[in-house]
């Protein structure tokens, strides 16, 4: 293994209060980082950097670890160009949503698929992601589940299996027994390649009882609860969530006082998702309620071609400081160690002695101008585990 420093950084968020500022970002001014294989081995002033095999100078540039997106539905096929459209110019259109997907998915090949997910990962990693989950629920069949996730693994090691996306078509007179098959046969095809278990709990989905029978299945075999909830309306999905120990409780659009309390006195990330409200101009989820109660907050993209087909941390962070309340502080920090909390992680989504060596350098002296130039692609360079990549 070779060291390398990077030098001259203008401003280092490190996510770690005792490294930095004493602010959750723990933020170094004129710092710099020593990588040694594919690990972080030292932060500091950048005039105390000890000797290393190679040396970046970065420019004056600002440094932030690599986003960690922690929900995402990539393995799919086709896209939804035409709802989307008729959604924002006001005109009615019922072409079957998530279940357009579905027939989609289902027709493609294996090699369409992990091609569609490797060119959405590529573009994530261009704007800095390093980490992303991604969820199966484009099958809704024991071979096109288990078929989903098989494909998912060969690109993350974040994988959740979300057999309990929707109700689909054939079993729309026997949702016991869609929930029978979720539980049963298609838990067994798909568990071997997943982490995580997820259901979307929600009316027109799967209500509370249904909802915990799934998620305590998949406990059982061994993968841990996430869940879909609140985002159309309130329901028990984040207090579920919160009573099984799901490392998430994602959406979280409409909550009770109930439900803030729960998620600020659990172990339970409230994961927001802002992409989903802009694409369907849906009411915003209040971060500053969740802040003021003592809840972990994440940012994630969403990114799924009905409801938020973005890929862009960098935007979800624009949406979460203007529309939901965050500061531009607040919101870098849930894209980063919020996102690593939503998946338990404890090696991503900070800078700091013995944590894996994501960063993202930004063309930009400070991690504000990600909520102050919108739109704008500031990467200038990503290391992953080490090497660099952008």
């Known amino acids: 293994m070779t060291t390398t420093a990077i030098t001259n950084i203008a401003g280092l968020v490190t996510n770690d209060p005792s490294l930095g500022t004493d602010s959750p970002l723990g933020l170094i001014q004129d710092a710099a980082v020593v990588i040694d294989g594919d690990r972080v081995v030292w932060t ?11 040396a970046v100078d970065a420019g004056g540039r600002a440094m932030i670890p690599g986003f960690v997106d922690s929900h995402s539905h990539l393995v799919f096929a086709g896209d939804r160009t035409e709802e989307f459209n ?22 493609a090949a294996d ?29 809704l069949t024991v071979e096109d589940e288990a078929r989903a996730l098989r494909i998912a693994a060969r690109h993350t090691e974040e994988v959740t299996f979300l057999g309990a996306h929707v109700v689909p078509a054939d ?23 997943a982490r995580w278990v997820d259901v979307f709990c929600e009316r027109g989905a799967f209500d509370g009882d249904q909802a915990r029978a799934i998620l305590t299945a998949g406990l059982a075999r061994g993968l841990h609860p996430r869940v879909h909830a609140n985002q159309l309306g ?20 409409h909550l009770t006082d109930a439900d803030v309390d729960a998620l600020a006195h659990g172990n339970t990330v409230a994961t927001l998702l802002p ?24 940012l994630s993209t969403d990114c799924n071609p009905g409801s938020s087909f973005t890929s862009s941390l960098p ?28 998946l338990r992680r404890t090696d991503i989504g900070r800078i700091a002695p013995g944590a894996r060596a994501d960063l993202v350098l930004l063309d930009a002296p400070s991690h504000v101008h990600l909520a102050y130039r919108p739109g704008v692609p500031l990467t200038h360079a990503v290391w992953r585990r080490g090497e660099r990549v952008v």
């Not at 500091?44 to 000797?51: D, T, V």
């Not at 729309?172 to 071997?192: E, F, K």
């Not at 309130?234 to 659009?253: I, M, W």
Request: hydrophobic share 40%; glycine share 10%.
């Open 44 to 54: 500091g002033g950048s005039s105390k950097a000890p000797a290393t095999d190679n």
């Open 111 to 139: 090699e369409e698929l992990s091609a569609n997910v490797a060119r959405y990962l590529a573009e994530a990693l261009r704007q800095g992601t390093t980490t992303f989950e991604t969820k199966s629920g484009y099958g």
């Open 315 to 342: 935007f979800c962070i624009a949406l979460a400081v203007r529309d939901m309340g965050m500061t531009p502080d607040e919101a870098v920090w849930s894209a980063t160690a919020g996102g690593a909390a939503a």
């Open 234 to 253: 309130h329901g028990p999905g984040v207090r579920l969530a919160v009573e099984l120990d799901a490392a998430s409780a994602d959406h979280c659009t």
């Open 171 to 193: 079993y729309a007179d026997d949702p016991a027994g869609y929930v029978d098959l979720v539980t049963g046969a298609m838990l067994d095809a798909c568990a071997p390649y």
């Open 86 to 107: 008729a959604r924002m110019s006001g005109r009615p259109y019922s072409a079957g949503g998530i279940r357009t997907t579905v027939a989609a998915t289902r027709a």
């Open 275 to 298: 992409g989903a409200e802009f694409s369907t101009r849906a009411a915003w989820p209040d971060a500053r309620r969740l802040l003021y109660a003592g809840a972990t907050v994440a």
